[in-house]
Every structure is written in C-alpha cells, then in structure tokens.
C-alpha cells in the first residue's frame, strides 16, 4: 500500500523484522478483528514476549499506555506508545488451534492463530520454539468479581489503532484472527484483514 501498510490477510498471518527504536502501528482497518501478536528476540528465539512476566510486570490484565510487554526473562521488549481503539485487549486467552475448533464442533481442519504463527515466521525464513500465549489486540474478554470468563465483541472501531515500540531487535508475528464460531471478531463473525506499519 502507498502508506507503507502491510496487509494481514483475514484468517491468516503475517511476520516482520523490527529494529530497536522502530515503532510498529498495528491497524484494526475494520474496527472488529483480533490480532494475536508475538515478539520474538532476534538474537535468540527461544526469548519472546511472554503474558504471564508481562502481568507480572505491569501489574494489569490489559496493558495500557507506557507500559512495557516482558520477555520470558523479564526484559522489556514491546511498549505501548499509544491506542486509539478503546484500551480493550486480552492477555489471558491462548492462540485458537485445532483442538480449540474440535471442542467448539467444528468438522475437518479450521484455520487457526497457532498455525498462522508458524507459517508467518517461515515466510521470513524463522521457526518459532513454541507458540508463546499472545497479546491479543481487541480482543474483549471481559471478567466479573468472581472470576467469571465471556467473549465479547471488540470495542475498536474501523481505522483504530496501537503504536508499539520495539525494545530490542526482533522478529514480530500478527494473525488476523479466524475465529468465526464465538463472537470475538463481532457480532457477524465474519473475520477481515488487518494492517501494520512499520516506522
């Protein structure tokens, strides 16, 4: 695209280099389409953005502005520089796979973020260790006082967006979300494309 845009397509993925300093602007072009997102360090794969030590380390559930995802050793290597989208996103859900498409009924192969992951990095010549849990872009998990889990449609309307800013080289990895059973892609559960951009 003109803009520098890099599309990623409905249902599929899509992965890039990233220098430290550069800032990624992740694009919710149709306002309600997760993006499962993973950072991997590109001097050592087996380092990535890691949910559970990022908690930990902002001290939230959802990462608001200024604050720094962690790596699984505690290093800082995304930080979220701004979000027009409402603030909505989830750290708690893993990747959908197949075996999450089996348990909600599904026939046959369903396409799915943990797959999309690995078919993005080898795009770019990379094979991830594991699929870490990701942060989940616009997606609206919401939780009651007593613990209770729902999804829910995502808040973020068409155009909206995240600026990131890497904190180290590394190799960042988007899915466009296919989930089509639940409605965490809107009340249609019609997944579409996303777009980043790199600066």
């Known amino acids: 695209m003109p ?3 890099i599309t990623i397509p409905a249902r599929r993925g899509k992965a890039a280099f990233v220098a430290r300093g550069q800032t990624i602007k992740v694009i ?9 997102t993973w950072a991997f360090c590109r001097a050592d794969l087996t380092e990535f953005m890691s949910m559970e030590h990022s908690r930990a380390g902002i001290q939230r ?14 290093r800082p290597i995304l930080t979220l520089m701004e979000d027009t989208s ?10 959908c796979d197949v075996y999450r498409y089996q348990r909600l009924g599904c026939d046959g192969y369903h396409d799915n973020c943990t797959d999309n992951l690995a078919q993005a990095m080898r795009d770019i010549g990379l094979q991830p260790p594991e699929t870490p849990s990701p942060l989940n872009l616009f997606m609206n ?12 449609p995502p808040v973020s309307t068409p155009g909206s967006y995240v600026l990131l800013r890497a904190e180290m080289d590394l190799a960042i990895a988007f899915s466009a979300c296919p989930q089509d059973v ?8 019609k997944p579409t494309k996303a777009h980043f951009a790199i600066v």
């Open 28 to 36: 919710n072009t149709h306002g309600e389409q997760v993006v499962d």
């Open 182 to 189: 639940l409605p965490i892609n809107g009340v249609g559960r």
């Open 3 to 5: 803009d520098g845009r």
């Open 61 to 74: 559930l959802i990462p608001a502005v200024g604050d720094a995802m962690l790596t699984n050793h505690r």
């Open 86 to 95: 409402g603030g909505i996103h989830d750290t708690l859900m893993a990747a």
């Open 141 to 152: 998990i919401p939780w009651t006082s007593e613990g209770v889990l729902s999804f829910e």
